[in-house]
T-cell receptor, first 110, second 113 residues
Framework: GENVEQHPSTLSVQEGDSAVIKCTYS??????FPWYKQELGKGPQLIID?????GEKKDQRIAVTLNKTAKHFSLHITETQPEDSAVYFC?????????FGAGTRLTVKP | GAVVSQHPSRVICKSGTSVKIECRSL??????MFWYRQFPKKSLMLMAT?????????EQGVEKDKFLINHASLTLSTLTVTSAHPEDSSFYIC?????????FGPGTRLTVL
């Protein structure tokens, strides 16, 4: 089955800096790659997603890149703000089977 | 995006009792819903896939007699933790797919005393 690895597990940046979180997946048939933000005590919220027919997608300060050949995708957050502090999960989906990375705890220091 | 709700948000129960958690898709119909369990500082672990009008599909290692799932309508799935024990204490999250995008509920914090 699919195996998703996520790095780093923790990331601390200064407000205004960029943050990058990387994920790799094993199943080449996976075709949908969402990113979720989870704040303490809440359910995951979808922040951006990318499908396998696209290499990059951007939404304001958030962007995701996908390299299908290398089977990895990354989340880029620019101009980070303290409210970006949360746990971020990547995921890879094939049909109805979605697998999650272990999560990255991002801390943005003011 | 689509909205998924869960009820209750928190529940505390005594060991040996059963607890029901509801998951609703508020503005869309979901033939398939998913139930996840999340331990502190850990990722989401898929417990089962709930299919409207049929039996749920459980992941390996998940006791189907302990975690009863009912998906009676296109907008409601329920998870019942039967004869709960302290080790069942966890954060339970449901999810549903709308237009090929998966949305999550806010989660239910279960504490078994």
């Amino acid at each position: 089955g699919e195996n998703v690895e996520q790095h780093p597990s923790t990331l601390s940046v200064q407000e205004g800096d960029s943050a990058v979180i990387k994920c790799t997946y094993s199943d080449s048939a996976s075709n949908y790659f969402p990113w979720y933000k989870q704040e303490l005590g809440k359910g995951p919220q979808l922040i951006i997603d990318i499908r396998s027919n696209v290499g990059e997608k951007k939404d304001q300060r958030i962007a995701v890149t996908l390299n299908k050949t290398a089977k990895h995708f990354s989340l880029h957050i620019t101009e980070t703000q303290p409210e970006d502090s949360a746990v971020y999960f990547c995921a890879a989906r094939r049909l109805d089977d979605m697998r999650f990375g272990a999560g990255t705890r991002l801390t943005v220091k003011p | 995006g689509a909205v998924v709700s869960q009820h209750p948000s928190r529940v505390i129960c005594k060991s040996g009792t059963s607890v029901k958690i509801e998951c609703r898709s508020l503005d869309f119909q979901a033939t398939t819903m998913f139930w996840y369990r999340q331990f502190p500082k850990k990722s989401l672990m898929l417990m089962a896939t709930s299919n409207e009008g049929s039996k749920a599909t459980y992941e390996q290692g998940v006791e189907k007699d302990k975690f009863l799932i009912n998906h009676a309508s296109l907008t409601l799935s329920t998870l019942t933790v039967t004869s709960a024990h302290p080790e069942d204490s966890s954060f339970y999250i449901c999810s549903a797919i709308s237009v090929d995008t998966q949305y999550f509920g806010p989660g239910t914090r279960l504490t078994v005393l």
